[in-house]
């Protein structure tokens, strides 16, 4: 009987199996020893066909495959292995990938397109492949680097050029497979906290012995090496998982090399760790559109719980959906900020709700336009009770919060207005409120920095949202660009970097600080 038996586990099931089959044909075998043999065997055959319980549509199964197919080995292996890489890809969200299959057939070649990441790149390494299967069917595209030749110079080649991959795939025989993982690890082609899938397998029952040496062989390899850790040891289908460490535990202190923050990372994080906010509770004003919706988006990308604050309720509503159907913890409040009770109510329900606030960004803001001369009185109130009124009683308000939990930031949405005047438009009051906020900022931000308070601000050049879309605005956008070396508006994506940024602990340095965003426009 050809058998699949791709791991310990099945071997095990079918050897179970042929005792049972020979106990049954002996008359004079002790009845307990039968039943205690029959009751192994099945657990061991229900532990087996476990995987078919969590089969999906688009990923099959390795349980269903091997019990539908037994007499096609070569399917069934490929089957398996794809389920395990795709499942991997899911999980790390590798772009850059290196695949090494031990073989070119048709089924490894259609597999490629499921493996490639929509916004990433996969190198193939194939010992020969016919033309024809290049350039035809649904193998070929853009994002597919396939490479034909031995698989050792394939490697070579990619060392010279310096490439690095999030996730390296190789499928090879023991020595090979050895190999090919003490190249890729000596050689730096897995990238910081990169992952490498090994996978050996044979197709003979009486193999499974060969199998496990081999498993263990390669657990050995990568226990040996402090720069790797085995995250999925060989059990089905005999993959082996490992992953880069962002550093070995003990750094060897040589060659001038020190351990401290630089090396091994502030507090053992890398920069982009840093940059994280899980956990933190965070509030943005005029949240319901615009620049806020972007700082609220970001900020929930970060990690972070947001309250999302507008007059409009309904707007709010719609960004907080948005940010829950991304798995971001949010909740909308309606608050008019130049109300002094709105504001004192939207603090106190985040702190009842959430137990704090670490992250307030003061965020609505309304643009006015007149000349000058005719700007009313009504007018000049109205901005300054959003602009200036409104985000001072929300600093001081999120701003007591933070001071008795010893840590906050506070983020202003300021505007390049403050630094320039921009023209045509005419807006004294709103440019004054704006710069009126950068002094705010520097002063709350020096006063409070010693209890553990950050402030800054954020001043975006012109903006792409609703608050331009005005008559008065809208016709002035060709003369704006003029004025910009960027040569195009801001789009509210370009400032959700600098509000994560200011939001972390990686900006812990800075305080009163002004963060201009406007593509260059202050300088010409
Ligand atoms: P926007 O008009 O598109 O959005 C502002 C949001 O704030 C709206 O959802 C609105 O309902 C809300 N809001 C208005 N008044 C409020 C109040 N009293 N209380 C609570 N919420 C209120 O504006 P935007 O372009 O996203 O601007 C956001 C901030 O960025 C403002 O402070 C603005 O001055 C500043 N800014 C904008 C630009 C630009 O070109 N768009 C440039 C520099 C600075």
Same mark, same amino acid.
């Not at 850059?96 to 299959?101: E, F, G, M, R, V």
């Not at 490697?155 to 050895?178: M, P, R, W």
């Not at 608050?335 to 329900?349: F, L, P, T, W």
């Given at each position: 009987?050809?058998?699949? &038996? ?17 106990? +049954? ?5 002790? $009845?307990?020893? !039968? ?12 532990? &087996? !066909? ?45 772009? !850059? ?43 070929? @595209? ?8 031995? &698989? ?29 993982? #003490?190249?890729?690890?000596?050689? #730096? ?27 263990? @062989? ?36 040589? @060659? ?40 609220? !988006?970001?900020?929930? $990308? ?64 309304? #643009? ?43 983020? +202003? ?42 402030? +800054? ?16 605005? @809208? ?50």
């Amino acid at each position: 009987m050809q058998s699949c &038996t791709d791991t310990a586990l099945e071997s095990i099931s079918l050897y179970f199996q042929k005792i049972t089959d020979l106990c +049954n044909k002996n008359a004079d075998f002790p $009845e307990e020893l !039968h039943t205690c043999l029959q009751t192994a065997s099945s657990i061991i055959s229900k532990l &087996t !066909h476990f995987p078919e319980k969590v089969e999906s549509d688009d990923i099959k199964c390795p349980g269903t495959i091997c019990r539908d197919t037994y007499q096609e080995m070569a399917e069934v292996r490929e089957h398996t292995g794809n389920t395990i890489h795709k499942m991997l890809l899911q999980l790390t969200g590798a772009k !850059h990938i290196l695949y090494l299959p031990d073989c070119s057939s048709s089924s490894v070649l259609s597999s490629l397109g499921v493996l490639v990441p929509e916004d990433g790149r996969i190198v193939v390494g194939m010992s020969d492949l016919h033309e024809k299967e290049v350039t035809q069917g649904s193998l070929w @595209k853009e994002s597919i680097d396939m490479r034909i030749g031995p &698989t050792t110079d394939i490697l070579k080649e990619l060392v010279a050029s310096g490439e690095q991959f999030d996730t390296v795939f190789i499928d090879a025989t023991e020595q090979n497979l050895i190999n090919y993982y #003490n190249l890729i690890i000596s050689s #730096n082609m897995l990238k910081m906290n990169g992952v490498i899938c090994l996978q050996t397998k044979t197709s003979q029952m009486n193999s499974s012995n060969e199998n496990e040496t081999v498993a263990r @062989k390669i657990t050995d390899v990568i226990n040996a090496d402090p720069g790797v850790e085995q995250i999925f040891c060989p059990g089905y289908c005999s993959v082996t998982v490992a992953k880069r460490k962002p550093l070995p535990p003990t750094v060897v202190l040589e @060659k001038g090399i020190s351990n401290d923050a630089v090396f091994s990372g502030y507090n053992r994080c890398c920069i982009l760790d840093r940059l994280r906010l899980d956990g933190k509770v965070a509030y943005v004003t005029g949240g319901g559109q615009g620049i806020g919706r972007a700082f609220s !988006h970001a900020l929930g $990308e970060a990690g972070a719980k947001i309250a999302v604050i507008d007059i409009a309720l309904e707007k709010a509503k719609t960004v907080a959906l948005e940010l829950e159907l991304k798995g971001i913890k949010s909740v909308a409040m309606a608050a008019d900020v130049s109300k002094e009770e709105d504001v004192q109510r939207i603090v106190d329900n985040i702190v009842a709700n959430w137990g704090r606030i670490d992250i307030a960004c003061n965020n609505a803001g309304i #643009n006015m336009n007149s000349a000058s001369e005719d700007t009313t009185l009504e007018e000049w109130d109205k901005t300054f009770n959003v602009n200036l009124r409104g985000l001072f009683m929300c600093c001081q308000a999120a701003g007591r919060v933070m001071l008795s939990q010893g840590y906050g930031k506070i983020i +202003n949405t300021a505007s390049m207005a403050s630094l320039i005047v921009p023209h045509p438009q005419k807006q004294l009051a709103y440019n004054t409120s704006k710069a009126g906020v950068v002094k705010l900022t520097q002063t709350l931000g020096t006063e409070w920095i010693d209890r553990g308070v950050r402030v +800054n601000c954020i001043s975006p050049g012109i903006v792409d949202t609703p608050l331009i879309h005005t008559d008065a605005l @809208k016709p002035l956008v060709q003369c704006w660009m003029n004025d910009i070396p960027a040569g195009r508006l801001a789009q509210v994506t370009d400032l959700q970097a600098a509000v994560v940024f200011l939001a972390s602990e990686a900006s812990d340095y800075m305080t009163g600080h002004n963060l201009v965003i406007e593509g260059g426009q202050s300088l010409w």
